[in-house]
Nanobody, 124 residues
Framework: QVQLVESGGGLVQAGGSLRLSCEAS????????MGWFRQAPGKEREFVAS????????YYVDSVKGRFTISRDNGRNTVALQMNSLKPEDTAVYFC?????????????????WGQGTQVTVSS
């Protein structure tokens, strides 16, 4: 059984930073890619970032490149999303997800376990 729990969300002013964390249960965390998705009010859930099993390969949606950094610590079963230079359009519920395989993936269909989400609100 796999459980994912996100933390670190909150309210921040535009230009500020937040660091989200995802803690995962299970014994095979290191074999799988991990990803972050987000869903803004009234919008579809969208891909944000993915990291391959080893942490070497990462991929980001264009709107967050240069501002967000995804990382992982396989020894601690954690994945983080460092968010800098936050904008009001980053406001959303952020979800952590485990990939079905070890390579980076950008679509919901390539992930099998999901956390409950953590709210990020960026004020202007």
């Amino acid at each position: 059984q796999v459980q994912l729990v996100e933390s670190g969300g909150g309210l921040v002013q535009a230009g500020g930073s937040l660091r989200l964390s995802c803690e995962a249960s299970g014994r095979t965390f290191s074999r799988y890619a991990m990803g972050w998705f987000r869903q803004a009010p009234g919008k579809e859930r969208e891909f944000v970032a993915s990291i391959g099993w080893s942490g070497v390969i990462t991929y980001y949606v264009d709107s967050v490149k240069g501002r967000f950094t995804i990382s992982r610590d396989n020894g601690r079963n954690t994945v983080a999303l460092q968010m800098n230079s936050l904008k009001p359009e980053d406001t959303a519920v952020y979800f952590c997800a485990r990939g079905k395989g070890g390579g980076v993936a950008t679509t919901e269909a390539r992930y099998d376990y999901w956390g409950q989400g953590t709210q990020v609100t960026v004020s202007s």
